[in-house]
């Protein structure tokens, strides 16, 4: 059984910053596409952030220069570092697996607020 399991999230200030990481078990995420998404109150799940397997890196405008995506294929972990963070970045976020087929974490709150 394959599980995408996500800790990190809470609650903080405006330029404030949080790690969310995202741990599977049953793949090996070696090949797989690992990404960041989010999904604010009454909007669309848009992406945040990828890796590929290479380490190439692809980021939303609204959180270039503030987040960092990162993965340790030793751990099958990703992880996003998320620095400055702003009010409209509160969203649930959710990490996800693409290869062949694409797997969901279990979604994490983040709420940036004063």
């Known amino acids: 059984q394959v599980q995408l399991v996500q800790s990190g999230g809470g609650l903080v200030q405006p330029g404030g910053s949080l790690r969310l990481s995202c741990a599977a078990s049953g793949i090996t995420v070696n090949l797989y596409i690992l990404g960041w998404y989010r999904q604010a109150p009454g909007k669309e799940r848009e992406l945040v952030a990828t890796?590929?397997?290479?380490?190439?890196?692809n980021y939303a405008d609204s959180v270039k220069g503030r987040f960092t995506i990162s993965r340790d294929d030793g751990k099958n972990t990703v992880y996003l570092q998320m620095t400055s963070l702003k009010p409209e970045d509160t969203a649930v976020y959710y990490c996800n697996a693409r290869w062949a087929i694409q797997y969901w974490g279990q979604g994490t709150q983040v709420t940036v607020s004063s």
């Open positions: 890796i590929n397997s290479g380490g190439s890196t």
